[in-house]
């Protein structure tokens, strides 16, 4: 059994840390823009304007069940869509607000076709929710507000009232845990305290503004398993780096216990789906990331924006497929899998994983290297290996068999084993030994 025991929390992250790999999925009246989800903060677009976006949003070729295909297909085994995003649209049939996508030309309630399609593939479901609202009457103009430029700014929040938004926020997800079936994650997104912000008025808001305690006291009554993020301030089950690898299992501030964590990650720069934006990641820095993330006891989360007519473009799904390819064969180094033990130190270019039972383990070769790959402390361990995407045999030797020329020096310490690897790197981005253990 694996010795890294991550910290206790109120949900169950069991299921969480066994899967490992999840879509991320931001659509909202924003894609129709396609410039970036936090459009209407960034240019400050009017409200006029922004009502364009409603009265036009027409996803007519939004077909949920391709979307689970493809992250099926990838390997993913959750997903969190976006129910509401900052802009304050509710892509489900909220009976608190006008404000929803049964209102627009969609006509229908997208969160539940999404719901449907991906539980019908087997994959869990999440729920995003902003704590952001630049379109609720009652959320008060502030620093990130897209209003926060306009002379009467200030007056604007007269009569505004954070309480009611807070109830508006309860009311909201009362409906979304109440209405969909079991449903395993809720995100929300995000806090921004800063009490000493000039003008006063303009400040951030946080937990108390939420009533996050209220808040996720109400969810827990309704799904008390679900995997709640920290994103509120207020500690649940998941940490969640973004837009950034960690370097180490991410630990407890105070206890400095192990924790459970997710990095959350693009395949280009923006979240929402951005037409001319061109920081698109190659196939390999993708499988990089998600082994990067797995080797020290994280998830991935990883984001498609899905054009406003309701498909992946090809380059999303030109991405996925990178995804679907690895993972086809390799995907046992991901799932059920974690940090390799300590005694087990990474060769050069390689990275580790170990199975959740301690069984096998997983060298993942970064850089491919010529001839062979040495392992120290293993040969005492070690019962066979194979490539993992074809089973093939991997021969190994102990460093005394292998060396004939009296030249013992390069092979490291006792215990050593060295992998004979074929000169031509085999035909997957990242090719992975797997080792049984004895
Ligand atoms: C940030 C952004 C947001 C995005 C989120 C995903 O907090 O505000 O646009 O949804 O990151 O992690």
């Not at 410039?35 to 409603?54: A, G, Q, T, V």
């Not at 009265?55 to 509401?84: E, I, Q, S």
């Not at 007269?158 to 009362?174: F, H, L, N, S």
């Amino acid at each position: 059994m694996s010795s890294y025991k991550t910290k206790k929390t109120p949900g169950n992250t069991t299921w969480f840390e066994h899967d490992r790999f999840g879509m991320f999925i931001h659509w909202g009246l924003y894609s129709m823009a396609a410039r970036h989800e936090w459009i209407k903060n960034m240019e400050c677009i009017s409200e006029e304007h922004y009502d364009l976006y409603f009265k036009h949003f027409n996803p007519d070729l939004y077909d949920p069940k391709a979307w689970a295909r493809c992250a099926k297909a990838a390997g993913m085994k959750y997903a969190v869509l976006t129910t509401k995003h900052h802009e304050g649209f509710c892509m489900f049939d909220s009976k608190y607000t006008d404000y929803k996508c049964t209102n627009t030309p969609a006509g229908r309630d997208l969160v539940k076709e999404y719901v449907d399609a991906f539980r019908s593939e087997g994959i869990r479901i999440g729920f995003y929710y902003s704590l952001i609202d630049w379109h609720h009457p009652d959320f008060t103009i502030d620093r990130l507000h897209p209003r926060r430029n306009d002379p009467d700014a200030q007056k604007l929040n007269e009569g505004r009232d954070m309480k009611r938004y807070a109830k508006y926020m309860r009311d909201q997800v009362t409906e979304l845990l109440t209405n969909y079936g079991k449903i395993d994650i809720l995100w929300f997104d995000f806090s921004y305290p800063d009490e000493d912000s000039q003008p006063i008025w303009k400040k951030g808001k946080g937990k108390d503004d939420w009533e996050a305690e209220e808040l996720i006291k109400t969810a827990r009554s309704i799904q008390p398993e679900i995997i709640i993020d920290n994103r509120t301030t207020i500690e649940q089950d998941l940490w969640t780096p973004e837009q950034y690898q960690p370097m180490e299992w991410i630990r407890h501030k105070d206890t400095n216990e192990l924790v459970t964590w997710e990095a959350c990650q693009t395949f280009s720069g923006s979240w929402g789906y951005h037409r001319d934006e061109a920081t698109w990641k190659s196939p390999r820095m993708l499988i990089d990331m998600l082994i990067n993330t797995v080797c020290i006891g994280g998830n991935l989360l990883m984001n498609v924006g899905p054009t406003s007519r309701g498909y992946f473009d090809y380059r999303a799904e030109k991405a996925l497929s990178a995804y679907a390819d690895w993972m086809k064969y390799n995907s046992r180094s991901i799932y059920g899998c974690t940090m390799a033990e300590p005694e087990f130190t990474e060769p050069r270019g390689c990275r580790l994983t170990q199975s959740e039972d301690g069984s096998r383990l997983y060298i993942h070769l970064m850089e491919y290297p010529f001839g062979d790959v040495k392992m120290d402390n293993l040969a005492d361990k070690i019962e066979y290996a194979q490539f993992l995407h074809d089973g093939s045999e991997v021969l190994f030797t102990t460093k005394k068999a292998y060396m004939n020329d009296g030249n013992t020096e390069a092979t490291g310490k006792e215990n050593t084993i060295i992998f004979q690897l074929p000169t031509v790197k085999p035909p997957v981005e990242v090719p992975v030994i797997e080792i049984f253990l004895k």
